[in-house]
C-alpha cells in the first residue's frame, strides 16, 4: 500500500496519517562503553569486470545469515545506473557473486537510475529487501522486494515509504532504509532530505507490522547534521544509519558528509531507539582505497563482537566515482 500525504500544509504535519508516537522496547539506562572500529585493511568486494552491471563501483552492503550462509545485497554500479545484487559467502569475507536481482523498472515508479541502497532482512521464510529507487530530480522513495531464495525477486507494485508533505524535513526524500525487528514491530531508520539548498539530510525512524504498511515518528527527526560552517564531520549530511541491539543498548552507526565531501561514520547509542546520544569522535577510513570515504555501514552481532561491513573509497565525490570498494571490520 503506497503511504500518502495529502494534508495541507496549514493543518501542519501532526494532523497527517501516518504518524504515531513511539519508543522501541526500552533498554537499561546505563552509560555505555565507547567503541571502537577495527577495519580489515582490505576490501572483500571489489567491482566487476568489464561490462558488467557493477563494473564501476560496489557500495551499500546489506548482509544476512541463512541457512548456514551470508548473503550481502549490495549496490553497484555501471557508470548509469545503480542496481542491487546477491553475493554469498561461507565466512563473510569471500563472496561469491550470483548476479543482479533488483534493477529500475522501466514504466514503474522505481523507473529512474537507482534500485540499490538496500536493507535486507530474512522473516517469514523470505528475504525482504527495502531499497531506495528515484530519479534524476533527486526525490527518493522506498520500496520492497521479496524473495524465497535471495535470487528472483517480486517488487510491490507502489512504494511503502513515501516522502513527507510540503515543507516537511523529508519532503524531498526518504532513502538510505535500515530495518530491525524488536517486539513484534519491524522499525525502518532512514535519511530525509528537505528542499533546503543545499539540503539538510537527517535521520529519522517508522515503524510497521508487516513491512509494507508504515507510520513515522511525528517527532522526527531523531539525529540532525552538524550546522552548515560548523566544521561537524556531518555539516553537509547525516545518513546511511545502521542499527542494533548491543551490549544493552541500541547503537547507530551513521555516515557524515563534511563540508569537501570526505565522509566518516559516527556512533551513536540509545535506551529506547529515539533519543540519541553520539559517541565523541569519529570513524575514518585507514587504508588507501578508503581514506577519504567510509560510509555504507551494515552489523551483525557476533558474540561479544559486532561485524561490520561498509563502503569505502578514495575521492571526495557526492554520490558516485568514488572508486567504490566494500570493506569488513569489527566493533569492539
Not at 185 to 211: N, T
Request: charged share 20%.
Amino acid at each position: 500500500m503506497r503511504v500518502a500525504f495529502l494534508c495541507p500544509a496549514v493543518l501542519g504535519l501532526v494532523s497527517c496519517g501516518h504518524y504515531a508516537d513511539f519508543t522501541l522496547p526500552p533498554l537499561p539506562a546505563t552509560q555505555p562503553v565507547p567503541v571502537a572500529l577495527i577495519e580489515q585493511p582490505q576490501p572483500v568486494l571489489t567491482p566487476g569486470a568489464a561490462g558488467e552491471w557493477d563494473s564501476s563501483e560496489v557500495l551499500n552492503p546489506s548482509v544476512v545469515f541463512h541457512d548456514g550462509q551470508f548473503w550481502n545485497f549490495y549496490s553497484g554500479f555501471d557508470g548509469k545506473i545503480w542496481s542491487t545484487g546477491a553475493a554469498t559467502s561461507s565466512d563473510g569475507n569471500t563472496w561469491i557473486r550470483r548476479g543482479r536481482v533488483l534493477a529500475p523498472d522501466p514504466g514503474a515508479w522505481d523507473r529512474g537510475y537507482i534500485a540499490a541502497n538496500g536493507s535486507a532482512l530474512w522473516r517469514n521464510n523470505e528475504f525482504l529487501c527495502w531499497y531506495q529507487a528515484g530519479e534524476h530530480d533527486g526525490v527518493m522513495r522506498i520500496g520492497l522486494a521479496r524473495s524465497p531464495d535471495g535470487l528472483h525477486f517480486r517488487k510491490e507494485p507502489h512504494p511503502v515509504l513515501d516522502v513527507g508533505p510540503y515543507m516537511s524535513w523529508d519532503e524531498r526524500a526518504v532513502a538510505d532504509p535500515y530495518v530491525i525487528e524488536a517486539g513484534g514491530w519491524l522499525y525502518l531508520y532512514y535519511l530525509g532530505q528537505d528542499r533546503a539548498v543545499p539540503p539538510h539530510q537527517r535521520i529519522g525512524v517508522a515503524r510497521s507490522r508487516d513491512g509494507v504498511s508504515w507510520e513515522k515518528l511525528r517527532s522526527n527527526p531523531i539525529v540532525d547534521m552538524s550546522a552548515p560552517g560548523s566544521g561537524g564531520m556531518d555539516e553537509s549530511g547525516a545518513g546511511e544509519p545502521a542499527v542494533f541491539v548491543w551490549r544493552g543498548h541500541y547503537w547507530m552507526l551513521i555516515t557524515g558528509r563534511d563540508a569537501h565531501e570526505h565522509r566518516t561514520l559516527a556512533a551513536l547509542w540509545s535506551n529506547d531507539g529515539v533519543r540519541w546520544t553520539r559517541q565523541a569522535g569519529k570513524f575514518a577510513g585507514g587504508q588507501p582505497w578508503d581514506q577519504t570515504v567510509l560510509c555504507d555501514p551494515a552489523v551483525m552481532v557476533d558474540g561479544d563482537r559486532v561485524r561490520v561491513w561498509f563502503g569505502g573509497g578514495d575521492r571526495p565525490r557526492p554520490d558516485e566515482g568514488l572508486h567504490g570498494r566494500i570493506g569488513a571490520g569489527t566493533l569492539q
